[in-house]
């Protein structure tokens, strides 16, 4: 039935309109914490795109993370959940770029103009169907073109329900403690000989830091 209905815009936006206000909720009555901002911050002096990682379970609630001054353009898919994701980014004032599967230059060019503009790139690697934790974007082709490094970032709240989907997204729930954990290291391709070395390290920073923000919860 749910399916049904974001078929049409008019219930799109209306989904739109419902997560948005929840997540506004959420954002505004829980106490946030972010660890290792720094990092970032000494990497965007450099003024530089970076491509910005986290699991896809863990990005409802990360739209509102961003505070540094570069635009943050998440990629976001032209399928039913991805329209409905682009319309809640919109209304945190993102800007997401389209991934269209019969229009891929389209993505690509758009990349292109964004890192161009000294823009930061958000992806969900593992998304939009899986398999959970699993790299299935080619990042590392992506970050050598436009020689952008990589940036690590977690994200989770002490109270929060889980789906019974594929990656078990995480909803934060009010009244939570929240942290964005961003990683140490900055990664960067160019110290990589092929895109299985690269692809490697990154689901071991992605997971390691996915344990680490336990302690801080």
């Known amino acids: 039935m749910l399916k049904k209905l974001t078929k049409h815009r008019f219930f799109l936006n209306f989904f739109a309109n ?10 505004n009555t829980s106490n946030w914490r972010g660890i290792n901002e ?19 379970n ?16 998440p990629i976001a898919t ?8 682009i319309l809640v980014q919109k209304k945190f004032g993102l800007d997401p ?3 269209e599967k019969n229009k891929p230059s389209s993505l690509i060019k758009n990349i292109s103009q964004a890192s161009k503009n000294g823009d930061c790139i958000y992806i969900t690697p593992d998304a939009p169907h899986g398999p959970r934790y699993e790299i299935n974007t080619n990042i590392y082709k992506l970050a050598l ?5 990589i940036v690590i970032l977690s994200f989770k709240t002490n109270k929060f329900f ?19 954990l961003w990683g140490k290291e900055i990664i960067d391709p160019k110290k990589f000989s092929n ?23």
């Not at 720094?38 to 896809?56: A, D, G, P, Q, Y």
């Open 97 to 99: 770029l389209l991934r």
């Open 58 to 73: 863990q990005l409802m609630g990360s739209t509102f993370s961003w505070k540094f001054k570069p635009k943050l353009r």
């Open 162 to 180: 889980k789906l019974n989907n594929w990656d078990k997204l995480k909803i934060p729930l009010p009244f939570s403690k929240g942290i964005y």
């Open 78 to 85: 032209s399928h039913r959940d991805g329209q409905l994701s």
């Open 18 to 27: 419902l997560v948005f206000l929840s997540l506004w909720i959420v954002k």
């Open 145 to 149: 073109k436009y020689e952008m490094k």
């Open 38 to 56: 720094e990092v970032i911050e000494e990497e965007l002096k450099n003024k530089k795109s970076v491509l910005v990682l986290i699991w896809h």
């Open 195 to 217: 895109e299985e070395n690269f692809n490697t390290k990154l689901i071991f920073e992605l997971n390691t830091n996915k344990k680490m923000i336990n302690e801080y919860i």
